[in-house]
């Protein structure tokens, strides 16, 4: 089964501090990942997708399919980066995505 | 800019009332979806529509239907409302089979059934 999970609802880490958010999918096939943001008051939107290999806002997330991973990365946490963060899965030629239940991004000054 | 518009940023309505949501997109994208967003439960998918007139049943149908007569509108129907449909709806259009994919999402309704 296709499927995308986030382990943690909450994470809380102190600003300056590096941040992981945890993401691992199964799925047999390659599959395109992204991970996808929601600001409080604002409306989801795309952060990064694996395919660019980019670096966003400090963010970065390195596929891993031997782990079947794709954690999310900061190495300096700062406080405009407290959102709701959900990862998301793209099947091979289909345009629907399944997303993870998402985690709750918490700076702590 | 692609701008994805929904009808009402809040609406209360009355268990058993036939609710309207309505969504609106200007980048001529052929997809369009209706998404629930409930803490714990993340975003999952009512309906989908890759044309005008087409749909595909999502994840949770049940007590939804769907109406894309135009290519830019996409409505998601509650027929009876009921408590539990209380939630956040997010409406997302996406361009089909791109090779850079993203969905664009709009503001959200949050929606109370009392």
């Known amino acids: 089964a296709q499927r995308v999970t986030q382990p943690e609802k909450l994470l809380s880490v102190f600003k300056g501090a590096p941040v992981e958010l945890k993401c691992n999918y199964s799925?047999?096939?390659?599959?395109?990942l992204f991970w996808y943001v929601q600001y409080s008051r604002q409306r989801l939107q795309l952060l990064l997708r694996h395919i660019s290999r980019e670096s966003i806002k400090g963010f970065t997330a390195d596929l891993n399919k031997g782990e079947t991973s794709f954690h999310l990365k900061k190495p300096f946490a700062q406080e405009e980066d407290s959102a709701m963060y959900y990862c998301?899965?793209?099947?091979?030629?289909?345009?629907?995505?399944?997303f993870g239940k998402g985690t709750r991004l918490h700076i702590l000054p | 800019d692609v701008k994805v518009t929904q009808s009402s940023r809040y609406l209360v309505k009355r268990t058993g009332e036939k609710v309207f949501l309505e969504c609106v997109q200007d980048?001529?994208?052929?997809?369009m979806f209706w998404y629930r967003q409930d803490p714990g439960l993340g975003l999952r998918l009512i309906y989908f529509s890759y044309d005008v007139k087409m749909k595909e049943k999502g994840d949770i149908p049940e007590g939804y239907s769907v109406s894309r007569e135009k290519k830019e509108r996409f409505s998601l129907i509650l027929e009876s409302a009921s408590t539990n449909q209380t939630s956040m709806y997010l409406c997302a259009s996406s361009p089909r089979r791109a090779a850079s994919y993203e969905q664009y999402f709009g503001p959200g309704t949050r929606l109370t059934v009392t």
């Open positions: 799925y047999s096939g390659s599959p395109e």
């Open positions: 998301a899965l793209r099947p091979l030629g289909d345009d629907k995505i399944i």
């Open positions: 980048m001529d994208h052929e997809n």
